[in-house]
């Protein structure tokens, strides 16, 4: 049993937490109360190579792995939150996928330009009418004259909307099967969807609570047409394959989530022994370390779980359940952390410019994007047999 | 490009000038146990990787060589020098070394890039420095190595570019009050500054291939050096005492009355700033 990292994934983290201090750190305050998108940040994101992490090297990528994108995702997400879940969604919802399911073709034409930040792919998943229940996809594609005719609205599609946003894979129903039982079964299908077809349209950004510098948008699909071989994997598999990639993004979004709540103990150990209150600092209050303590615990536990999640998955292992409690209690690391931070910096706490302040308003969607917490208690529950 | 350029860089192992330095020993040294590639070093190897992308890439046959002198943690400089692009690394490590000011430092690098030459058999075209060492900041080495190896040498380079032919070199220097463009023949020693370019982060794949690339470590007697021509023996001067900075006082809040301006003259002026 070996918890401490490799050789190359330490200088990767410790080469993508430079970056973080310097590069990203210095502005995130700035494109946060602008709600606007980092581009030359992500620009430099790609020179460095972190969009093509997992990816390897024929397809533009570093021949890394998915737990490198992890330790990426760990440390960006301590000083900014927003430019880690572009690189989050980036990788392992946008290009992912066809890494995963596409063929060959799909692979050689979207991969290298995904792998090199210069363009980026979103995942149409979730609709107005169906969030945790993906089953309930109302979104439609209909074979026409060698063409998917898609038609439909998808809500909160992360990187959907930037300058660079090249296609978003979107889920639809192509069909039904009548199963066993006499029940009616939709098919769902995975469609690439470049984002300069005619009918795709990112509607409006959403006045979000907190990543402010990240792309969401909803979208609408008014018989939008592709080309056929746009299917992204087996035609009705399209349920089953992102199940999986959800199950592997899980354990990306509690990486970013133990960052968020790493960076939360960062700062509060800083601020509690610079900041002064009746003569002394105010961590040599006991009420004060002790808080700061337990946030330590907290984001030390979370990084254990999901490098274990990590370590199943890259194995071959079974990790959907380690996914799912990583995710669980990361996402509740970085949201306890972040309320603990911000009463240790006091009124401070509550400035928008003060980096707790931001991981404040930035955790919350961790406990509900990519999985709900509930969702993620469900998954847990019925592995134990309930 | 008539030839394949070889490019040697010496870096130089340093505590981490972000971090707290502690002085240790007697006399009191700056303590080397933990320690990083000088901050400093990182645009010259950026410098040379740029020549190289410049005159054909990867594929051109040009040559990076890092090289370093100092003890054993002094691989991780290296490491890092070989994650930033250079090709092989050249480690000189002998507990004889303990003590070298400059001046020895320099007759050291000078034997090693010697040795460099004929181990490579290629004749080195350029050495790129930074330029200072982010520890003892003398910038004295580039300057002393150029000298015993008969190069050009240009300092505080702060653009540097290659002829098309490989054969000369064009770099800004900036003095107080002037920019020079100077023109120096190849072979040549050029200092570049932190003005120069901007390092890049390396990337997971030049982290993965920096593993690979090997390192050769040399004593002192295997560059042909005698022991008691290096260390505290070989140097010129000695480190006597070191003390810490006594932290920075307090400063002297002005709260502007309406006459603030007036209290920062006289503040100015009290210290004879003005
Ligand atoms: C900023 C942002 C970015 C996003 N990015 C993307 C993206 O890129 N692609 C994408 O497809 N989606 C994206 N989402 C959508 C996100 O994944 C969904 O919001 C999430 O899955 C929850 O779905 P919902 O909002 O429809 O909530 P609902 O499913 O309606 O859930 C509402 C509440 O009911 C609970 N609940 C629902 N069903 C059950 C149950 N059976 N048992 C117990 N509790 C239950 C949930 O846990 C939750 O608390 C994003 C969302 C946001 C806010």
Redesign the interface.
């Known amino acids: 049993m070996n918890f401490e990292l490799d ?2 994934y330490q ?2 983290s410790d ?2 937490r ?2 973080a201090d310097e590069v990203i750190a210095p502005v995130s305050a700035r494109y946060d109360a602008a709600h606007e998108f980092p581009y030359d940040i992500v620009a430099q994101m790609g ?3 972190l969009f093509g ?1 997992p990816f390897p ?1 024929e397809y533009g990528g ?3 792995d998915y737990f ?1 994108l992890c330790l990426a995702l760990e440390q960006i997400a301590r000083v900014d939150q927003s430019v880690a879940i572009t690189l989050e969604a980036g990788v392992s919802l946008g290009a992912m996928p066809i890494f995963r399911f596409g063929t060959e073709e799909q692979k050689q034409r979207w991969l290298p330009d995904l792998a090199a930040g210069q363009a980026l792919a979103g995942f149409g998943l979730t609709e107005p009418e169906a969030g945790s229940d993906a089953g309930g996809t109302r979104t439609t594609a209909k074979r026409e004259d060698g063409q998917w005719v898609v038609n439909g609205a998808k809500e909160f599609i992360t990187n959907s909307g930037t300058d660079i946003t090249r296609l978003v894979n979107v889920t639809a129903v192509t069909g039904t099967t009548e199963l066993p039982d006499g029940r009616i079964r939709k098919d769902i299908s995975t469609i690439i969807v470049p984002t300069d077809t005619p009918g795709f349209r990112a509607e409006k950004a959403y006045d979000k609570v907190g990543w402010n510098a990240s792309d969401t948008h909803p979208l609408s699909l008014q018989d939008v047409r592709v080309p056929e071989e746009n299917l992204l994997g087996e035609e009705g598999r399209g349920y089953a394959n992102f199940l999986s990639v959800l199950d592997e993004g899980r354990i990306a979004i509690a990486a970013l989530a133990t960052g968020a709540a790493q960076g939360c103990v960062e700062e509060s150990v800083r601020y509690a022994q610079e900041r002064q209150s009746f003569g002394r600092p105010i961590g040599a209050n006991q009420a004060v370390s002790f808080k700061i303590a337990r946030m330590q615990a907290r984001a030390h536990t979370a990084r254990l779980a999901y490098y274990d999640a990590a370590s199943r998955m890259l194995a071959g292992r079974p990790f959907k359940t380690q996914a799912a409690i990583a995710k669980l209690v990361a996402g509740e690391a970085a949201m306890d952390n972040a309320r603990d931070a911000t009463q240790v910096f006091g009124g401070y706490g509550f400035i928008n410019e003060f980096r707790v302040a931001r991981h404040y308003r930035d955790a919350k969607i961790l406990e509900v994007g990519e999985g709900t917490t509930e969702v993620q208690l469900m998954l847990i529950a019925r592995e134990l047999g309930l | 490009m008539s030839q394949p350029l070889t490019i040697v860089v010496p870096v130089k192992h340093v505590p981490d000038a972000a971090g707290e330095r502690v002085l240790a020993g007697s006399p009191p040294l700056l303590e080397r146990t933990s320690g990083i590639l000088s901050e400093l070093d990182e645009y010259a190897l950026e410098a040379a990787a740029q020549i190289v992308e410049a005159h054909g890439g990867a594929g051109a046959g040009h040559r990076v060589l890092a090289l370093t002198m100092g003890p054993a943690g002094a691989t991780d400089a290296l490491k890092r020098a070989l994650q930033l692009g250079a090709d092989a690394g050249f480690h000189v490590l002998d507990d004889a070394l303990a003590g070298s000011d400059a001046w020895v430092t320099a007759r050291v690098l000078a034997a090693a890039l010697e040795r460099i030459a004929r181990t490579e058999d290629r004749a080195v075209d350029l050495v790129l420095t930074g330029m200072a060492a982010t520890d003892g900041e003398t910038s004295l080495v580039p300057g002393q190595l150029a000298e015993r190896l008969g190069l050009a040498h240009v300092g505080f380079a702060s653009s540097l570019a290659l002829a098309e032919d490989g054969a000369s070199l064009t770099a800004t220097r900036h003095t107080e009050t002037e920019a020079l463009q100077v023109v120096a023949d190849l072979p040549a020693l050029v200092a570049v500054t932190d003005q120069a370019n901007t390092p890049r982060y390396p990337t997971f794949k030049a982290i993965m291939a920096a593993k690979k690339k090997p390192v050769q470590t040399w004593s002192v007697t295997d560059l042909g050096l005698d022991t008691d021509a290096v260390g505290l023996a070989g140097s010129l001067t000695e480190v006597l005492d070191a003390v810490p900075r006594p932290p920075r006082a307090a400063g002297e809040v002005v709260v502007d009355e309406g006459e603030g301006g007036i209290r920062l003259a006289e503040f100015l002026v009290a210290r004879k700033l003005v």
């Open positions: 050789e190359e200088d990767l080469t993508v430079d970056f020179e460095m190579g992490l090297e570093m021949g890394g490198a």
